[in-house]
């Protein structure tokens, strides 16, 4: 989680404004005549729609020309929403340039690694690093912050929109110069670093340097990991670039931007999260089991980098969800959106707003579902929204409502790093099955299958707060976090750590002696070797284990053995050998993992080092989702039952969907949802 900064007067304002659950989603009031809107306002009504986000793609309606506006239909848009009583966001357009733009400027039109200049006709045709977009985008928000900023129903700022353009090419090349220049001073720090002697690439002169753009062969990694870092920070400075106008004129509302989360990783969000009065994402999970899963993963990832505190849903789907391998649209089943909205509230999120809420008659995205669909408000889609408004509008402590304190208590923790991430991106690794996202979603899946709530947390940040970190494929790791692990282990802090962590320094250069050096002698352990596996090859371990995709030639100094390799292993392994491994160091213990281990067998193995680190979990049939989620009166404890059979659990409190008293066994409907209202929470932290 990050440090969060003293409350700013934006925050206070937004937590007195805040009495029930934001609801609404992206409305595009320059798409639709005059007649639709005005249905607009009764259908909102009728589903009990308080919010609505306007203006994300509206450059070329705002700026038909440049510097000629036309405001005319978001006056009467601000207008007629605050009559109805719905607040509104109000974003910069700046994620999608229009034509214009590009004809004047086409040194700020993005450029891919193969040198292709791509052309307006798509969102996000912009180079964030090019002079003419950055300026074009500060004056629109100047503009719209001097108009609007004292609209009565204005509420947040959501400024830009899924940031993520990563460009290269003349434009970007010179900006990373003067980046290079900034982190290391001098062209020798440079070479060094990236070990430019390594294929004859040593640089002379800066003018020698671009961005890493297609190569003949393996491009430098240490060059491609800056360039990341430099991407990322162009983006933060795009991003600053707004909030500094809109903090200017407008010091009392909140700001945010929208993470689509968690596959889109061009920035560091612990940065951006630092920059924003309010952390919100956009989130669109895969179907099946897995899906519900990767909707708690999401949830625990945003409300980390909301340092704990409340959090806003920007976007979900109402009724669709992408099968990106089979290129199809399939359909949610009745009742999922109202049980994934109440997993993203459980966690901490104060508001569940949708793209969109109009279904567009014709453009690039046509067919994504919306809260209105194209067959209109005589559709079982519209119906759950109208039921779904109303039941949150009686559920006000789910709403951003000032507590002291994390809204959700965790007592471990995921370590998210970007660099980490960025390092697996990486080419001639010893492994594919090395990558960051999918390693760090088996570790979350099996903790929220055990009923064990989880934060991330900042490897540079505070692990003081938690009993037990989690380290999966953190390849590079720096002598300062390091440093912070081994304090946290000698403090009394649970560790667990997986292969190859730790393995470089920040910089992707080996540390010696051992592989996963950085944390060898804290594991008490020695990696001689790293023994990756054939695809679909599986070895099973001393106590049963089913083991995959990785294994390592390790020794053991001092750690005691909890599972060994057989005789299947890779022939580098003697059977018998290490796999698993428990260090007890001083009044810590640190838990080394050599190869994958996923499903049922990490469950197993995860739910062992909880109990190890004293953590209570609680007693739940399978597939039912627990959350306890902290109010100013109390807390409430939610149940979410992810099954197609009726489940049972143990609770006592006040039912507040139902408004009766529950003690014992209480009955959750198959997909269905339990809120008891309790007087205080019966979780907390370790320090």
């Not at 003349?170 to 290391?184: G, H, I, K, N």
């Not at 505070?462 to 403090?491: C, G, H, K, T």
């Amino acid at each position: 989680m990050v440090e969060r900064k003293t409350p700013t007067p934006a925050i206070e304002a937004l937590r007195r404004s805040t009495s029930l659950v934001w609801f609404g989603g992206d409305y595009n009031p320059e798409q639709w005549p005059e007649a639709v809107l005005l249905e607009d306002i009764d259908l909102m009504q009728q589903a009990a729609v308080n919010t609505a986000t306007l203006g994300v793609f509206s450059w070329a309606a705002l700026e038909p020309k440049p510097g000629e506006y036309d405001f005319g239909w978001l006056d009467a848009a601000l207008d007629r929403l605050h009559s109805a009583g719905v607040k509104v966001i109000l974003a910069t357009p700046t994620a999608s340039p229009p034509p214009w733009f590009s004809r004047l400027h086409p040194e700020a039109l993005p450029v891919t690694p193969d040198g292709v200049r791509l052309i307006h006709g798509s969102r996000d045709t912009y180079n964030p690093a090019a002079p003419a977009y950055r300026g074009a985008a500060r004056r629109i928000t100047r503009v719209l912050a001097e108009r609007y900023g004292d609209h009565p129903a204005l509420a947040m700022w959501h400024l830009h929109n899924e940031y993520g353009t990563v460009s290269y090419g003349t434009v970007t090349d010179v900006a990373f110069r003067e980046w290079l220049q900034d982190a290391y001073g001098d062209l020798d720090r440079v070479n060094a670093t990236w070990n430019t002697a390594f294929w004859s690439q040593v640089y002379s002169s800066w003018e020698d340097i671009h961005a890493p753009q297609r190569t003949q062969y393996i491009p430098n990694p240490s060059h491609l990991l800056d360039f990341k870092r430099f991407s990322s920070d162009m983006l933060l400075r795009c991003l600053r670039d707004q909030l500094e106008i809109v903090r200017e004129v407008t010091p009392g509302v909140p700001t945010t931007t929208n993470f689509m989360l968690p596959t889109w990783h061009h920035y560091d969000e612990w940065d951006f999260a630092r920059e924003l009065d309010v952390v919100s994402i956009d989130h669109y999970p895969e179907d099946g089991p897995s899906g519900d899963a990767q909707v708690a993963f999401a949830a625990d990832l945003a409300r980390s980098f909301a340092g704990g505190r409340p959090w806003l849903l920007m976007e979900q789907a109402t009724s669709l969800v992408y099968d990106y391998a089979g290129g199809r649209m399939l359909a949610k089943a009745p009742g999922r959106m109202r049980r994934n909205t109440y997993q993203y509230l459980a966690r901490g999120s104060f508001g569940s707003l949708f793209f969109q809420w109009r279904a567009p008659r014709v453009g690039a995205e046509f067919f994504h579902s919306a809260m209105v669909p194209h067959v209109g408000p005589d559709s079982r889609i519209f119906r759950e929204i109208r039921d779904l408004g109303a039941e949150l509008a009686g559920v006000p402590e789910l709403s951003a409502d000032p507590i002291e304190g994390r809204v959700v208590e965790a007592r471990a923790a995921i370590v998210w790093d970007s660099t980490a991430w960025w390092a697996t991106e990486t080419r001639m690794l010893p492994s594919a099955d090395v990558a960051y996202l999918p390693a760090l979603r088996r570790v979350h899946e099996a903790l929220w299958r055990s009923g064990v709530t989880a934060d991330f947390v900042d490897p540079n940040g505070d692990l003081s707060q938690y009993d037990l970190v989690l380290v999966p494929s953190m390849i590079a790791v720096s002598d300062s976090q390091r440093e912070a692990f081994d304090r946290f282990v000698a403090n009394g802090g649970h560790l667990a750590v997986w292969y190859l962590s730790g393995s470089t320094d920040e910089h992707l250069r080996v540390r010696e002696g051992s592989y996963s050096a950085a944390f060898a002698e804290l594991a008490g352990v020695r990696v001689e070797e790293h023994a990756p596996l054939r695809d679909g090859q599986n070895l099973t371990l001393s106590e049963g284990t089913c083991a995959s995709a990785w294994s390592e030639v390790l020794h053991v100094r001092g750690a005691e053995v909890v599972a060994s390799y057989g005789a299947d292993a890779p022939a580098v392994i003697a059977p018998g050998s290490a796999a698993i491994t428990r260090n007890v160091r001083g009044s810590g213990v640190v838990h080394y993992f050599s190869t994958r281990v996923e499903g049922d067998d990490l469950q197993r193995h995860l739910a062992r080092i909880v109990a190890d680190a004293g953590i209570e979990t609680a007693v739940l049939p399978d597939g039912v989702e627990h959350v306890v989620r902290r109010t100013k009166t109390g807390a409430l404890r939610i149940f979410i039952n992810h099954t197609e059979r009726a489940q049972t659990v143990r609770a006592a409190g006040r039912n507040v969907l139902s408004n009766t008293d529950v003690d014992g066994d209480v009955a959750v409907a198959p997909g269905d949802v339990l809120i008891v209202r309790i007087e205080t929470s019966p979780e907390g932290s370790r320090k």
